[in-house]
């Protein structure tokens, strides 16, 4: 399974202009990628590892 990064939108305002923050260890014990939204500021984590829940 791969990350599909395309699709990532933020989870404040939903905008996909998103911009890359370096890196967070989130609590699995792994490195994920940061994102920062270019409308609002919002910056997150998503866990790539979990799947979406349809």
């Known amino acids: 399974m791969q ?3 395309s699709t990532l939108k933020c989870p ?10 370096g890196f967070q ?5 792994n490195k994920h990628q940061r994102f920062r939204c270019k409308s609002c500021g919002y910056v997150f984590a998503p866990l790539l590892s979990v799947k979406n829940k349809n």
Do not use: F, I, P, Y
Not at 12 to 21: D, I, P, V, Y
Not at 25 to 29: F, I, R, T
């Open 12 to 21: 404040s305002c939903k905008s996909s202009e998103l911009q890359k923050n």
């Open 3 to 5: 990350a599909n990064t």
């Open 25 to 29: 260890v989130l609590a699995d014990g």
